[in-house]
């Protein structure tokens, strides 16, 4: 299960790279009932979303040429520099060498051999998300690879993540685990592309009072729906959104929100 007890290999931020951070911020404060703060003049158009305060999300300009508006999920290291040796042996690409920002933390983008893209985030006066799991927040992130298997040894490398099948609507699911925690460990599953709508990716879910009712909220701010709400036994109902600018995402109304996903 997510939370904010950051330990290697968890997700511990994600942002929104998008070409108007002004309307992506306007469609997502009314779907989630967030509110956005720039993170200042010296930060480039970068901002965060929050709930109740704290951070659950952040928001920033696209800069690299010929990027789609997407999701990132950045995973804790302590230590960026080693993990972007291990993504380039491991056969991934490093689209951003680690850097600082400012105190907060250093960081580095990367795509895997599949061509989802991804971070990673070494703490420092940051450590990560300031709520998850809960209503409004990130509860899980599910990659959509085109060689599942293929990608998963390259995680494995690079963050030692254990990965489970587990039976899932008549088949099986993989869920991703950080090192020797087991289940407690959950923060992912991994999928592969489903149909013409899907492309390589890490979707984030959010967890929703009433799926329904935020995938028709959705469409109505100019958003698309990828896939309608469908309920996945012991799981909970989903849908799969996408934001006015393309970006993909899912919310979820967890079966049992205290272990959303």
Wanted: net charge negative.
């Amino acid at each position: 299960m997510l939370t904010t007890d950051y330990v290697p290999g968890a997700p511990n931020w994600l942002d929104l790279g998008t070409p108007d951070t002004d309307a992506a911020a306007a469609f997502h404060t009314s779907l989630f009932g967030w509110t956005s703060e720039s993170a200042g003049p010296e930060a480039g158009g970068y901002g965060f979303f929050k709930k109740d305060r704290r951070t659950v999300a952040a928001v920033g300009p696209l800069h690299e040429e010929g990027a789609r508006a997407a999701w990132t999920p950045y995973f804790h290291t302590p230590d960026a520099d080693a993990t972007a040796a291990l993504v380039t042996e491991a056969g991934g690409t490093v689209r951003a060498a680690p850097f600082d920002v400012f105190d907060e933390g250093r960081m580095a983008q990367f795509t895997d051999p599949g061509g989802a893209r991804f971070a990673v985030w070494q703490p420092g006066k940051t450590r990560g998300l300031e709520a998850v799991t809960e209503e409004g927040t990130l509860c899980w992130v599910e990659l959509h690879s085109p060689g599942p298997v293929a990608d998963l040894a390259f995680y494995h490398t690079v963050f030692g993540w254990d990965a489970e099948e587990m039976p899932f609507s008549g088949g099986t699911y993989t869920v991703l685990s950080t090192a020797g925690r087991g289940r407690e460990g959950s923060f992912g599953g991994v999928a592969p592309l489903q149909g013409d709508v899907d492309v390589p990716q890490w979707l984030p879910y959010f967890e929703v009072a009433d799926c329904d009712l935020v995938a028709d909220r959705a469409e109505k701010l100019g958003g698309s729906v990828l896939m309608p709400a469908m309920t996945a036994e012991d799981i909970g109902r989903m849908a799969w959104l996408t934001d006015p600018s393309g970006a993909h995402f899912a919310v979820i109304t967890s079966a049992n929100p205290a272990t959303a996903g």
